[in-house]
């Protein structure tokens, strides 16, 4: 059953900006002002009830009181914007403390102002703060990429995987020396993987959804975002998004939700220390027609 939005005629301004952004539910009626019409679908993204000025609107699907009025000084000026965003920086570097739930939940908070497709918000979290099990985590990961160096390393490991896994090998190749120095580095005791970071977030979309990649990225990049804001470190850590993704064992401790895929994973915790400087950025490689 579809949910089909409302308006009230005697509130309509006439203005048709739902006509504008929802064409398919939204129609000029003969008085000028708008109605509702019965099309094949409705997102229940909100946009209707949001643009309207005069609350003509109204969305059996979403709660009235979720449609917050947003003071126009809300909008941060690029001059503000840009400054915050060099700050944030790849942390690997944490105070041995805790990260407070509630942090957490506003990271989450703003995690699902995300854009996502067709406003199915299906992206799913997982947050582990257990110390433990952070442990175990990290050195089951360690161990596996220790073996997995080794075996590249020798001659016929390396032949193995240039024959049989063609497109492992040309992806994990340009990782080698990195993999190498952190083997390296997790034999003498460090932890590589987690940085002994106090908080790990995984970021899941269902199996085989074409459009969730994107929206987990988009919403892990707005908690590195929110992180910065709260005076917290992040980092993104692909060494354990991938074996998340390919070893069940990983999966299973890691807690990944049934019928989900993780595609991305964070680290946050308390930085030591603050970066008095950004760091230069090439100039945009753009092509502009028109």
């Known amino acids: ?24 539910n939204f129609a000029r009626a003969e008085d000028g002002k708008a109605r509702a019409v019965e099309g094949p679908f409705c997102a229940e993204c909100g946009h209707c009830a949001a643009v309207c000025a ?34 944030r920086r790849s942390r690997r570097e944490f105070k041995d403390e805790r990260v407070p739930r509630e942090a957490i939940e506003k990271l989450l908070a ?8 067709c406003n199915r918000q299906d992206v799913r979290y997982t947050v582990i703060t257990d110390r433990v ?15 997995l160096v080794r075996l590249m390393d020798h001659p016929a490991g390396r032949l193995f995987f240039r024959i049989f896994r063609r497109k492992e090998h040309q992806a994990l190749e340009p990782f080698m020396p990195l993999m190498e120095a952190a083997a390296q580095a997790a034999a003498g005791g460090m932890d590589v993987v987690l940085y002994s970071a106090p908080c790990l977030i995984l970021v ?10 994107e929206d987990a990225v ?34 299973r401790m890691c ?4 019928g989900y895929e993780v ?21 945009p490689k753009a092509e502009y027609f028109g």
Do not use: W
């Open 204 to 213: 899941s979309a269902p199996k085989g959804d074409p459009c969730g990649p």
């Open 133 to 147: 099990l952070l442990k175990r985590i990290s050195a089951k990961i360690s161990s596996d990429v220790l073996r």
């Open 218 to 251: 988009y919403c892990a990049a707005n908690i590195q975002l929110a992180a910065e804001a709260l005076g917290l470190g992040t980092c993104v850590i692909g060494f354990v998004t991938e074996p998340c993704r390919g070893d069940a064992s990983i999966r």
């Open 54 to 87: 005069t609350g003509a609107i109204a969305h059996p699907g979403l709660a009235a009181s979720g449609f917050e009025r947003i003071a126009p000084d809300a909008r941060l000026p690029y001059g503000r914007l840009l400054p915050f965003l060099k700050m």
């Open 255 to 258: 807690r990944v939700p049934e």
């Open 263 to 283: 595609k991305t994973s964070l680290i946050v915790g308390v930085p030591k220390f603050p970066y008095p400087a950004s760091v230069p950025k090439l100039p």
């Open 110 to 117: 703003a995690a699902v102002q995300a854009p996502n497709s």
């Open 1 to 24: 059953m579809v949910i089909r939005p409302s308006v009230n005629s005697a509130k309509c301004g006439g203005c048709l900006h739902c006509v504008d952004v929802c064409p398919i």
